[in-house]
């Protein structure tokens, strides 16, 4: 290897172009199989980049340079051979030299701008067609960087300069050159996809926290550019006529988006975020006729490519643009009607195959956009569609805008039939089920398709969702259409929303019926949706009369429900459960049984017993009892009968599968349903009663069953008793369903189980994502006007130097989950007097940190460095896993760099010879001794490697005890008050113990707010959090106050005791935290609490308990003697001898003297010190709780 290396260096040296060239394509062909190749490469920057060489020998030493790295002194000559490229005669040299500009380091960037800005502008003037090419495509991806945005916002003078070259790219669209009128168009449009999405810039690993002054540098530039592409637009359509089919794809999206802003309204604010609003030219529309005219120009300038373009690419990019369109003020439905429909040719050709998803998504986020007769249409398609992609979070995203257009077309149609406009066929719910495949998957029985569950799911959701509240919030884009069918659906009523419900919960009645091998969610999200309508509409009543109040669509709408509750009491008749209650928990024999002849007559009812609990909770709370016949009570068919029927089949069954019952929550809702039915109905408390004395008695029944049966018993025979003064809140119904897909933790890795929990995560995803959309800052921005910028704060600083050091260097760092980086952002700062021509950052890692290209450390060159200069600079590192990690840095320095350097020799050498002028530029300046400055080590939190882990009160503490790894140890802070309100927690409303704990607000906890405990006595915290590799971390806090005996004129300093119990998913997070437990602290609390080790928590609690003896010693001794009994011929002579006398009774019956029998001699307190501090626990709850709702009526009032 080394000989070859020695030939590669042999041919760079030579002067034969052919040789060159080969050696190069060679070296190329190393790097590519793995190899080393950094000294080929510095070879290749003195012979090739830095001399004089043909245009290939040029761009083949830059593709060198970009599969490797270089030091700066490298850099440095690499940027020295650029400079005089832009001068050499030949155009396709200097094309080949600005190509490379791109791969330059952001340090070396603004310097060369600042020296090479007139050689950079010229190339824009150039005769050649390559070099505009060059210049336009390499700068279109430079300048929307953020690094470069970053560098303009502190260089007022590199800021004009990068302005006026976007404004040359602009006019470089309509070039005479295809190529460069292409490239052209492709930068202007990468500079509007940057300002909406950072695509680029996330790519390239740039961290940018945007701050007032950046977002209005990239605003402006963006405001500019849409300012001349509309005022050009006739002239960039007719450009783009004539160029190459192939390149027209790349004129689409700038002409649109452009034209989009100014017609929306949108470039009004982007002019007032970039601080030009005066400066604007506000003659750009004239009205709102002329926009509509633009916006119309470009429709027809693109629809023609919808119907005659055979490029599957290019029909899909004319589609999603024209689709971005039609949602503008005037836009038509035709045009989302072409796009959609090209669009959907392409699934049929089998096109474009690897973009399915984009499809899908693509038709059903625009869906709205049609009208309604289309969007009807296109229903059963579309779920075809749905049901054949592989991506699970693009399906749930697809059904979720499915189903909630196919509520606002069922809402809008209903409204519009009540105004008295003519029906509209297959607007109703019923219409997504009318396909065969999607029929006969929702009535079979042992299906094992998961897409009924989906579908269901998500459409019973959306009806979740539609019952909020719309919100209040000014909408703009494609949301506002579907917020305002919503809005028009359901003016006229709070209750509108519960058609189109009731009729989800009549199509979706056989789910009940469903075999899903364990899985519930589904079902549990359909009762659920039953259980609120039965509780809305008070079905326990009966049907509501007309003389009551109620309207004609109430009535109906009671008599539906009334009629499915019916039809659910079918599922549980005997005859449909005799089969497989015989069979037991035989899957097999099951499955078997569907195949025999004689047995297919048999429709099977509910499916399991966990369903059958379930089913019974529905129907028994909200069955109108009263309505039943009285004359058939005898009747097998009675709905009575068959309820109580299934609840003893619930109480007595033995199946115990995990997957078909769950037998303590089964057990547990049917006796509370017994409980609610028999307390409201005579018939039905006899009947029940009978049932759960049966049930008391057998051995099935545990010690809790049985005890909770007598109570039921005496609730429901005291009802029926005193029906005249029978409380309301046994019987009262709730409108609750308290089942749940979540198991107990025993059962937590059960498989069905751990679907049900996926298929919600997927399903609770995409609602959010469609109903409740997270805006992006710019979203904001355009939303809410520049008045309510919602800019990110930029981190806290942290000095890196001691106050006599010659360098002064701060830093912050930005994390990024998603990639798993971390940026680590310097500030040096020359505090010298003299100027630095060099300093060298050398970054080290420790912990799980890594470099991208794997190197041991990071190495950055600054050069010149003025007095007082602040100089920036960033490294960007990965995390591999969840540990305790950090960032060294040395900062180098040359005091005496540049100092008696051989190249200032100059000889009497002739200029033009090329092995002299090589041998010149090849000279290096000294670099003399430097001055090395050891930094204190930047430290990562660990907290900045957690998230959040949004999870409901019950699912914490469920799988707190599953969690294998812990940690526990106790953490001290102090905080101060005065006299009363200290002991109090009456300083404005807030507790005062939190004050050490308010930093954990801020850190990446989820809170769970329904298990916090407030007192001046203690509380408890719960937190949940997940790592950035999956790991779960929980953690609660327990804290209690204790008033120390140091007091100072009234003010009370007071020490509160927290002990922190940490659990974990793995080991190795537990670890980590228990090698460093004041690290750990501080991360959380910003170094408010203080680590206290075991053993001194131990002495002071000794400490304590001795104190507390003493005193206890010292009352006993204070407590004065007994007095001796009075004799009988004193009594006479007391004046207050009935006030003595009951004062003694009194006393006597407090000291527990009972029937003359006293008891033996008591302490000074009865209680224990458990009970003390449980009832002063109690007493401070209820001190709290009362003055927190008085300062609320004190608010409200």
Known sequence: MDILFAQIQADLRSNDALRQSSALLLALQQSAAGRDISVIAKSAVEEIVAAPASAVCKKLAFDLIRSTRLTSDLWDTVCSGIRSDLSFPDPDVTAAALSILAALPSNFLSKFISDSNADVTACFDSLSDNLRFSITETLGCILARDDLVTLCEHNVNLLDKVSSWWSRIGQNMLDKSDNVSKVAFESVGRLFQEFDSKRMSRLAGDKLVDSENSLAIRSNWVSSMVDFVWRKRSALMARSLVLPIESFRATVFPIVYAVKAVASGNVEVIRKISKAAANANGNVVDSNAERFVGVSDVVSHLAPFLASSLDPALIFEVGINMLYLADVPGGKPEWASQSIIAILTLWDRQEFSSARESIVRAVVTNLHLLDLSMQVSLFKRLLLMVRNLRAESDRMYALACICRTALCVDLFAKESVRRGQKPLAGTDIASLFEDPRVREDLNSITSNSLFREELVATLVESCFQLSLPLSEQKKLGMESRVIGALAYGTGYGALNWTEPALEVVEICRPCIKWDCDGRTYAIDCYLKLLVRLCHIYDTRGGVKRVKDGASQDQIL?????????????????????????????????????????????????????????????????????????????????????????????????????????????????????????????????????????????????????????????????????????????????????????????????????????????????????????????????????????????????????????????????????????????????????????????????????????????????????????????????????????????????????????????????????????????????????????RCQPYKIPLTELLLPHNISPVEFFRLWPSLPAIVEYTGTYIYEGSGFQATAAQQYGASPFLSGLKSLSSKPFHKICSHIIRTVAGFQLCYAAKTWYGGFLWMMIFGASEVSRNVDLGDETTTMMCKFVVRASDASIAKEIDLDPQGWLDDLTDGGVEYLPEDEVKVAAVERLRISMERIALLKAAQPRPKTPKSEDDDDDDEDEEDEDKKQKKKEKENGEENGKPKGPSTLSKLTAEEAEHRALQAAVLQEWHMLCKDRSTTIN
Request: contains cysteine; proline residues 5%; negative net charge.
């Open 557 to 933: 709408n009671e008599t539906r429900l009334q009629n499915l509750q019916r039809e659910l009491v079918i599922h549980l008749r005997e005859n449909h459960r005799i089969v497989v209650s015989n069979l037991g928990s035989s899957w097999q024999m099951r499955q078997l049984l569907f195949d025999l002849p004689g047995m297919k007559k048999y429709s099977f009812g509910v499916n399991t017993p966990r369903i059958c609990a379930r089913l019974i909770w529905t129907i028994a709370e909200h069955i109108d009892l009263e309505g039943l016949d009285p004359l058939l009570a005898d009747d097998p068919e009675d709905p009575l009968n068959i309820i109580v029927s299934n609840i003893h089949k619930v109480l007595f069954n033995i199946d115990a599968a995990a997957n078909r019952t769950n037998r303590l929550q089964d057990v547990q809702a049917v006796l509370l349903s017994a409980q609610r039915l028999g307390s409201r109905n005579p018939r039905a408390g006899q009947l029940l009663t009978k049932e759960i004395e049966e049930f008391r008695s057998n051995g099935l029944a545990d010690s809790v069953n049985k005890h909770q049966c007598k109570l039921i018993l005496q609730r429901i025979k005291y009802a029926s008793n005193h029906p005249e003064s029978r409380w309301i809140g046994v019987s009262e119904a709730r409108g609750d369903y308290p089942f749940s897909h979540h198991k107990l933790t025993v059962q937590f890795y059960e498989a069905s189980a751990a679907q049900d929990r996926k298929l919600e995560s997927l399903v609770h995803k995409a609602i959010l994502e469609l109903w409740k959309p997270n805006p992006s800052e710019l979203t904001l921005l355009l939303t809410k006007g520049v008045e309510s910028t919602s800019l990110k704060v930029p981190p806290t600083a942290y000095t890196l130097t001691g106050s006599s050091d010659p360098c002064y260097v701060e830093a912050y760092h930005l994390a990024d989950s998603s990639d798993g980086r971390i940026t680590l952002h310097l500030k040096v700062l020359n505090l010298t007097e003299l100027e630095l021509n060099r300093v060298d950052i050398r970054v080290g890692l420790s912990g799980a940190l890594y470099f991208m290209d794997g190197s041991p450390q990071s190495v950055r060159q600054l050069r010149t460095l003025v007095s007082q200069d602040p100089v920036l600079c960033s490294v960007t590192v990965g995390v591999s896993h969840f540990e305790r990690c950090a960032l060294w840095v040395q900062v180098l320095y040359y005091p005496f760099y540049g100092s008696g350097a051989v190249g200032d020799y100059d000889g009497d050498y002739a200029e033009e010879d090329p092995q002299i002028m090589k041998q010149k530029r090849s000279l290096r300046p000294e670099l003399g001794e430097p001055v090395i400055l």
